[in-house]
């Protein structure tokens, strides 16, 4: 339980899951197993923007790393049904992956567009399989859900000189309140925390966790070196920030000062509560290029470790959200907020200006998580945005010495 | 964090300051207790050298060196790419256009 006396307890009715989680969204995921389906995918979910979510791979050539986070997001807790939409032909092993969400105790239909007949009957098929998905899905059960139960991702994105000063502490004191009241909080990542990993390293609540994220942070460092680029963009040099280990500073603070109980890789949920860092650096040689191409396919992985919500702070001014799961838009910069207030939730700039104080916006950043588990749309979703990214890459589960010993 | 009219110093020991706002040249802001002139356009979150920084000097900003100075920078100046480099990796911008990967 938060520390204000209704929060949690009076509005958030979760949809529990077999797994034992609850989800804050009931949606259907619609998958594309090859970019040859994608646009009968999005022709199927296009007259349910708010009930169904596109999501696939792309790639021909099976994935590892591809099947395990859609598996994680198909059977995701905001997700209630999923259609799987199949060229016929491709990599993606789509019965193995109709068989986790099916043992998951959610509805699921294949529609392979080489039997189906083409185009227009795939996507008739799929309408109308989703408008009987809906109808049951809004019979499901609900439970009322604690704060407590929430696991709360966080990316900076655009981020500029004012990220590192209003929204990233905002996110950080929120994480400190969310996880001393016995909630899970996910922070990322390795690329962009480089210069920080001896104070992370002091955070760690054992001495092997603290040994395993200078080794990660170390992979991180030489892994985009040998890309030749740091997770640094001009934007981020034209808002003010000089160098790789200035933004990690900043991106750094999100991270919040309490102790760091475990690592997690892509697609990996948290065993139990607490704070956890993503590493989202694959291991070995340079096969996949660059770890995440942009903010979204982080995003997915942020969700696919079991995110119900994700805080995006944003100094340049990004406008995305995500499939799956709500994004919340916490703007660093006064003048960006002043420029594209739509696309924000939270005005964090009023730090600067000192109308506000970093814990005054946080109280209003927790109050705002509620709210939107309790069932309000964030800008993002309001505006229709359910950008999703999933590109080639490996992740290996990280090992005990990454993860708290289970309660 | 202590506020100057503009400036904002992070932590004690910093040699930057963050801009709150746009800067120009003439302007003068109280800092610290002394006024540093302003020498050149300095933008929102972009950052000002607090105190003379010697060529090879680490830069400190909330307590943590973001990089090394890569020639002497003068009181009230503008810190950035031009003058500032990582200890880690180097920083693309698109004026930088051989950096590309």
Known sequence: ?407 | MSRAAGLLRLAEGDNVYIATGPLRPGDVVRADGHDLPITEPVELGHKVAARAIEAGEKVVRFGMPIGSATQAIAAGAWVHTHNLASDYIRTFDHRGGDDHA
Not at chain 1, 70 to 99: I, Q, Y
Not at chain 1, 152 to 171: E, F, H, K, L, Y
Not at chain 1, 176 to 194: C, K, M, Q, S, W
């Open chain 1, 1 to 407: 339980m938060h520390d204000l006396p209704d929060r949690g307890r009076d509005g958030i009715l979760g949809y529990p899951r077999t797994d034992g989680r609850k989800g804050i969204r009931n949606l259907v995921a619609v998958v594309y197993t090859v970019e040859c389906a994608h646009l009968v995918a999005d022709a199927i979910a296009a007259p349910f923007p708010d009930d169904a979510h596109v999501i696939g791979f792309g790639g021909c050539y099976p994935s590892a790393y591809a099947h395990r986070m859609l598996e994680r997001l198909c059977t995701h807790p905001n997700v209630g049904a999923a259609v799987l939409v199949s060229l016929g032909c491709e990599g993606l092993d789509r019965e193995r992956l109709a068989a986790t969400v099916a043992t998951s105790g959610r509805p699921v239909t294949t529609l392979v567009i080489q039997r189906e007949g083409g185009t227009r009957a795939t996507v008739e098929a799929g309408r109308a399989w989703i408008e009987a998905a809906v109808a049951e899905l809004a019979n499901h059960p609900r439970s009322p859900m604690d704060a407590g139960e929430l696991v709360v991702g966080t990316i900076c994105g655009g981020s500029d000189g004012t990220s590192g000063i209003t929204a990233n502490p905002v996110v950080g004191r929120v994480f400190d309140r969310h996880v001393a009241a016995g909630g899970t909080a996910i922070f990322e990542e390795t690329g962009e925390l480089i210069g920080c990993e001896s104070h992370m390293e002091g955070r760690a609540v054992t001495p092997g966790l603290g040994a395993q994220i200078m080794a990660r942070v170390g992979k991180a460092a030489a892994y985009y070196t040998r890309m030749g680029h740091g997770s640094f963009s001009p934007g981020n040099a034209e808002g003010g920030l000089t160098t790789q280990e200035e933004k990690s500073l900043g991106a750094y603070a999100k991270s919040g000062s309490g102790p760091i109980h475990g690592v997690v890789t892509p697609a990996q949920a948290p065993p139990t509560p607490g704070l956890y860092l993503l590493d989202v650096v694959p291991e070995g040689d340079l096969r996949w290029g660059f770890p995440n191409i942009n903010d979204n396919a982080e995003i997915a992985e942020l969700i696919a470790c079991g995110s119900h919500v994700i805080l995006f702070t944003t100094g340049r001014g990004s406008v995305v959200g995500s499939a799956i799961s709500p994004v919340i838009k916490v703007c660093a910069n006064p003048e960006t907020y002043a420029r594209m207030p739509e696309d924000m939730d939270v005005n964090a700039g009023r730090v600067l200006s000192g109308e506000a104080t970093i814990d005054e916006v946080a109280t209003e950043l927790l109050d705002l998580i509620v709210a939107t588990a309790a069932g309000r749309q964030t800008a993002s979703e309001a505006l229709g945005h359910r950008e999703f990214v999933l590109t080639y890459k490996s992740a290996e589960p990280a090992g005990p010495s990454c993860l708290p010993t289970l309660r």
